[in-house]
């Protein structure tokens, strides 16, 4: 691995720096070949070294890897190419009376340097899906992946070196040592995606600078089932939303709450969801992967151990592996509130399921934590539905379905406060990355010259009628 210094990124940032405006003024159909050339990598060129290095680093499935790494990237790529042309355009807007004599319009111009941070959960996906939107808008970056999956970094990195000029973009590799150094400079845009205790992290460093930045976060994203929803329809986007990527998504189901009159019909069809998509025993199953790496794998043990400790109910599951970082798709019930499964952040195969009778007990449980990067409602109610939406808040919610909101460009992709600041995804994610530049111009002698000093009588009367019609 290259041993990068200080001096190093300092050196790699000024180039960047240097070259921005060059990168910035570039035109639609160059940012548009630079996105082609991406595009072809990833979907052809580098394919099958993407799913092996998935694999190699967590066991990730090569349907899954097409499915939640390859397509998004270019899905997105082919959204951002069919509506660029009109994003890079002047924006005109209204000129008031008051201003006569001017017209008036906005520019998306490229915030400049960028740096994007990225997880090891989807690393191609939440690597290359900010990368897009930078290209868009005109940006250079500097992109650094989780050393926690270092199989598809040292991929990332061979792709970046082989389309780019590292003064426009650069892939560093290396432990947690590289993202410290790299906050220290003085980027224009910081795009992150992790936890919020990092993320705090990130916004503390940015703040020395003034630099903006866009942190995707996570949370608890809660579940609610009422007795109108199709149990079994339910069961089976759950069981797919939770247990795809072994749960270690920050979008997925982290808890349920399902309405007590049928907490057991549900029950019993998870069990059977499960089954079917991942056998009797889900070790041997080549639809499941693993957990990332030993330290996590110990984490999500200690919470079954403190479930244990609280003598909470095991619907399904609980067993683990530490030999393959395995640990089965489970189901918990009966927990008491101080259960660490019901206070941090789960990011695993492990699933707790709490009862309620009324709406009332499922809005003040969901309002007592912070905001959720995502709320999934099942219901075939819809006035139990729009209570939920007006008296809740979180960065996104879907309705009769799970972690699919994630995939509509059309919607703004972010969290909420402690779930995240900022937003992603087409339009939105090429927005994080530029500024809205006003201008205004002046073509004859402005009305506002009438009210030049010195101030007179007649001036005075112009002012007032101004304030009162215009």
Not at 233 to 254: L, R
Not at 376 to 399: F, L, P, Q, V
Not at 424 to 443: A, I, L, P, T
Request: charged share 25%; with cysteine.
């Amino acid at each position: 691995m290259t041993d990068y210094t200080t001096n190093t990124y300092y050196n790699l940032f000024i180039r960047q720096k240097d070259n921005q405006y060059k990168i910035g003024n570039t035109t639609y159909k160059e940012r548009v070949k630079k996105l082609n050339a991406l595009k072809r990598v990833v979907e052809i060129t580098y394919k099958e070294k993407i799913r092996q290095a998935l694999y190699d680093d967590f066991k990730k499935p090569f349907t899954e890897t097409d499915l939640t790494e390859i397509y998004p990237v270019v899905s997105e790529i082919k959204f951002v190419k069919s509506n660029l042309k009109d994003w890079m355009s002047r924006q005109k807007v209204e000129t008031p009376m008051a201003l006569l004599g001017s017209s008036s319009w906005y520019n998306f111009e490229p915030k400049g340097v960028c740096l994007v941070i990225s997880p090891w959960n989807f690393p191609l996906n939440l690597t290359f899906g900010p990368l897009v939107s930078a290209i868009a808008a005109g940006n250079t970056v500097i992109l650094k992946p989780s050393e926690m999956t270092p199989h598809i970094s040292k991929v990332m990195a061979e792709i970046v070196k082989d389309i780019f000029e590292d003064n426009e973009v650069a892939l560093l590799e290396g432990e947690v040592e590289v993202s410290q150094e790299l906050l220290k400079l003085p980027f224009n845009h910081i795009f992150f995606t992790g936890s919020p205790n990092v993320g705090k992290i990130v916004m503390k460093a940015a703040a020395e600078h003034l630099t903006s930045v866009t942190l995707e976060l996570g949370g608890k994203s809660p579940t609610i089932i009422d007795e109108t929803a199709n149990l079994k329809s339910t069961a089976k986007k759950i069981a797919w939303g939770k247990f795809i990527n072994n749960g270690q998504i920050c979008v997925s189901p982290d808890y349920l709450l399902v309405k007590e009159s049928i907490k057991d019909n549900f029950v019993n069809e998870l069990k059977q969801q499960v089954k079917a998509f991942y056998t009797e025993e889900a070790s041997k199953s080549e639809s499941f992967s693993r957990i990332v790496n030993n330290r996590h794998f110990d984490r999500l043990v200690n919470h079954l151990e403190d479930a244990k400790k609280h003598n909470a109910t095991f619907e399904m599951g609980g067993k683990s592996k530490s030999e393959d970082n395995f640990i089965e798709p489970t189901l918990i019930s009966n927990l008491p509130e101080n259960a660490s499964l019901l206070q941090d952040e789960i990011f695993g195969p492990i699933l707790p399921i709490k009862t309620y009778k009324t709406n009332e007990e499922v809005i003040n449980y969901i309002n007592s934590k912070e905001k959720p990067l995502a709320l999934y409602i099942y219901s075939k109610h819809k006035k139990t539905i729009n209570d939920i939406i007006k008296n809740t808040r979180a960065g996104s919610t879907c309705i009769n379905n799970n972690v699919v909101q994630y995939s509509n460009h059309n919607l703004p992709f972010g969290g909420s406060n402690n779930s995240g600041i900022g937003k992603s995804h087409g339009f939105f994610g090429f927005q994080e990355f530029s500024n809205k530049r006003s201008v205004m111009k002046q073509h004859t002698k402005g009305s506002i010259e009438f009210l030049f000093p010195p101030y007179t009588n007649l001036k005075q009367k112009i002012v007032d009628l101004t304030i009162k019609w215009f």
